[in-house]
């Protein structure tokens, strides 16, 4: 069970208004204004910007006007600070027709005024933070209630994330319940954590998709998150090189329900680190990030999916058309029991919001820099996420393209999301709600609305100011802002009190275990295969590089491999299988490392991920072998031992080590690209590995016997693959010597086992290590 909040003891109240009613938990203020981003914003002239606030104090509630124009009035006079309860009437700008708000107990009585729609119990769940009015109250089941998408379950969830067959919810003979999730694709959360069954009672919040049920008192009600949250961010610090460099310096701030927040500062400022934090890739070593009410860090696991990330990096394969790679990403962010009919009519909604009908069969890579800035947002949007975060989505963008995409941001917001967006540019500050400057060493220097940011630091343009902030080392930004009405009005009378009391993040928040990995790799294998079958420049490599390979194995080894041939064949055979395996896979996770990690963080498996590279590039690698071997080798007088191979003719036994070593290298190849940070390395790298595999495969100089060179060439994939063929056709019977004499060379049937065994070691080995690499581009709270 969740861990309780720590509030006031006075009551929860309702509050009525003609513009609907809101629940009031004693856990926070409840600001009043005509501001849009009020918790109760009323749209009347006589009510000013921020009129007065509504808080719970001790055992009692208090209604405190905020030095509004027109004043704020209970039983006809005027207030500054009055204690309120069940049954009182507020007005707001005038005393007697001004707009009124009249206060209701938990649970009003049936003549209270109400919207017709308004469910008759409106108790708030306490276990995860402020929620608003129920969506919908019905009464406690005496039955199993299935939970799902489907039309046939017994509570229907409209949510292309929730599967057809989803939860149930089990009422047992002694009056208790139980939640039970039923192989979902994105798993069933109690007050947060995931779980495959558990105990539910009053108070508990059962997470499914974007709704949460809550049993209270006779009734089970369900909390729709429509979009419209708010975000309250708690006195972070991230502190780097054991606390003595400070990235995040405290930083607190609210941002309200469809709020557009631009966080802009100089170098250095702390901007990514405070995304990573808000996004909870990288915790913060202190403070809370609220959503709504609900503590991110602890409940990260389901509320990631509420979360929409847009890096800075593309996260798309640029090769695949957008209506593809859409299609794709639907298919791993539903439930496998999706219909494709479903995720085509998502994936065209999407498309046609973000204004990319035009573009929908085009190639991403063809696309401007505004329209693939475009379809990364689409991504992100398949979901329906409550909040939106972007890192610099307008960098390397003109003026006009700059303005294009602040204002789909804008609309985005409007249509309601909270959006935050992370960037250099000024050029469109004016389309925000709310402005962040944070100065240098992660602390605020401006919160407010942004077209009063350059008169309050006292310059005329933006260059100046950041100037300023690069040069004016003396000024303390954010001890002046902290002294200014700014930080009082918009972060000391806006932040909601904390809903829980701070707690450690959870020992793991990995997503829960999923049950379809086999569909996420059918998908994952399709599309890796579609993206690279549209990458001409790797075809034609991968075609021409096994042909060149072995045409050269082809003219060394003659019509008949003899003692001046036979050793040269084989060293081609060994760098053309190294070189097609290693080429084919030494990019392919680096490339794709922004990908991965948005992927990952949002449900994708780490094991269905490596496994559909090891498919796709095994199958293309294997291929390349089976053709250089055959182009170098077919009508070649191989000449083992008695005219046969060890257990097959010797043409396919050579072709099956030269196919696992090519694999074995293609495996070696993911490991470097895992490990290195940058595309560009890779080359090298690849021409390092080719050497190595000659050095050490014993065509060259004697391994066996050298104490440590021995035991390295061990980890060298062509040692092995070189030993099998040399055994295959007597290499020492060919081309007798000390070299040849190699005890790993013998014509025997175990030692052929041996080398080709290892290779297959090796390959294992090397995956392993692969999967390890890559838990560490994962987001660090589910490393933990």
């Known amino acids: 069970m969740g861990q309780r909040a720590v509030t006031p003891s006075a009551p929860e109240l309702v509050l009525e208004t003609d513009a609907g009613s809101t629940v009031m938990s004693p856990s926070r203020d409840y600001h009043v204004g005509r501001d849009p981003l009020s918790d109760i914003a009323i749209d009347d002239a006589r009510v000013s910007w921020h009129h007065a606030v509504i808080r719970a104090v001790d055992d009692h509630w208090t209604v405190e006007d905020e030095d509004s124009t027109n ?5 006809g006079r005027r207030i500054h600070e009055s204690t309120v309860g069940p049954g009182s009437v507020v007005r707001f700008g005038n005393a007697t027709d001004g707009p009124r708000a009249v206060l209701l107990g938990r649970a009003p009585p049936p003549d209270a005024p109400r919207p017709p729609d308004r469910p008759s119990s409106v108790s708030m769940p306490a276990a995860t933070g402020t929620f608003r009015q129920p969506t919908t109250v019905r009464p406690l089941p005496v039955r199993t209630v299935r939970i799902g998408r489907g039309g046939d379950s017994d509570l229907v969830v409209d949510d292309l994330t929730v599967s057809r067959r989803h939860a149930e919810l089990r009422a047992h003979p002694d009056g208790t319940y139980e939640i039970v999730d039923l192989g979902s694709h994105n798993g069933t959360f109690l007050n947060g954590r995931p779980i495959a069954s558990a105990p539910v009672s009053a108070g508990d919040i059962v997470g499914i998709g974007h709704s949460a049920f809550c ?48 966080v802009v500062g100089p170098s250095g400022a702390g901007k990514s680190t405070l995304l990573n934090a808000l996004t909870g ?123 294009s995409v602040m204002h789909m941001l804008r609309g985005l917001a409007d249509d309601g999301r909270t959006v935050v967006v992370v960037t250099h540019s000024v050029l ?68 909601v009190r904390p809903a829980l009391p701070q707690a450690p993040a959870p020992a793991s928040a990995a997503p829960p275990r999923t049950r379809s990995w086999g569909a996420q790799l059918r998908t994952l294998v399709r599309r890796y295969a579609a993206a690279l079958s549209a990458d001409r420049t790797f075809l034609a490599i991968m075609i021409a590089l096994p042909f060149v390979m072995g045409a050269m194995a082809r003219a060394l080894a003659g019509s008949k491999l003899t003692q001046e041939t036979a050793m040269n064949a084989l060293l081609i055979l060994c760098v053309g299988g190294v070189l097609t395996g290693a080429a084919n896979a030494v990019r392919e996770l680096v490339k794709e490392r922004v990908i991965y990690q948005r992927e990952r963080a949002v449900g994708l498996s780490r094991s269905a991920y490596l496994m559909s590279k090891v498919v796709v590039l095994g199958t293309i690698t294997v291929l390349q072998a089976v053709v250089l071997t055959l182009v170098g080798l077919v009508g070649v007088d191989l000449n083992a031992p008695g005219g046969e191979g060890v257990f097959m003719p010797p043409l396919a036994e050579i072709t099956l080590a030269v196919a696992l070593l090519s694999f074995t290298a293609m495996m070696l190849g993911l490991l470097v690209s895992a490990l290195v940070r940058k595309e560009e390395v890779t080359m090298p790298l690849l021409v390092l590995l080719a050497i190595i595999q000659v050095v050490f495969c014993g065509a060259l100089l004697k391994l066996n016997g050298v104490v440590g060179v021995e035991q390295l060439s061990w980890l060298v994939p062509s040692r092995w693959a070189v030993g099998a063929m040399a055994g295959t056709i007597g290499l020492a019977r060919i081309v007798p010597g000390k070299l040849t004499a190699d005890p790993l060379f013998e014509h025997s049937a175990g030692v052929w086992l041996v080398n080709m065994g290892m290779l297959v070691v090796l390959c294992v080995v090397f995956g392993y290590v692969v999967a390890k690499l890559l838990r560490r581009h994962e987001p660090a709270i589910m490393r933990k």
């Open 428 to 495: 469109s500050l004016d389309v925000c709600d709310r402005l962040l400057m944070l100065a240098p060493g992660g602390r605020i220097a401006y919160y407010g609305p942004p077209e009063d940011a350059l008169a309050f630091f006292g310059f005329e343009q933006w260059p100046e100011a950041f100037e300023a902030f690069e040069n004016d080392h003396g000024r303390d930004w954010a001890e002046q802002y902290r002294q200014s009405p700014f930080h009082q009005q918009y972060i000391a009378n806006s932040m």
């Open 215 to 262: 049993l209270a008192g006779d009734t089970l009600q369900e909390f729709v998150d429509t979009g419209e949250v708010s975000l309250d961010v708690q006195d972070l610090a991230v502190t780097v090189d054991k606390g003595r460099k400070t990235l995040l310096d405290h930083v607190s701030f609210p941002v309200g329900a469809k709020c557009l927040l631009a």
């Open 71 to 75: 004043g704020t009035y209970t039983e």
């Open 281 to 403: 890739l990288r915790p913060a070593d202190r403070g809370t990030v609220l959503y709504d009410g609900r503590d991110l860090y602890r409940d990260y696991a389901e509320l990631r999916q509420r979360i929409g990330l847009v890096p800075q990096d593309d996260i798309l394969h640029s090769q695949l058309t957008v209506r593809r790679a859409l299609g794709y990403a639907a298919e791993l962010r539903f439930p496998h029991d999706t219909a494709k009919a479903e995720r085509q009519a998502r994936v065209t909604e999407v498309i046609r919001e973000l204004g990319l009908e035009q573009r929908a069969d085009q190639p991403i890579h063809s696309l401007s820099g505004g329209q693939r800035k475009r379809v990364s947002v689409a991504l992100e949007l398949m979901t329906k996420p409550s909040l939106l975060f972007l890192d610099e989505p307008t960098s390397g963008l003109d003026p006009g393209m700059d303005r």
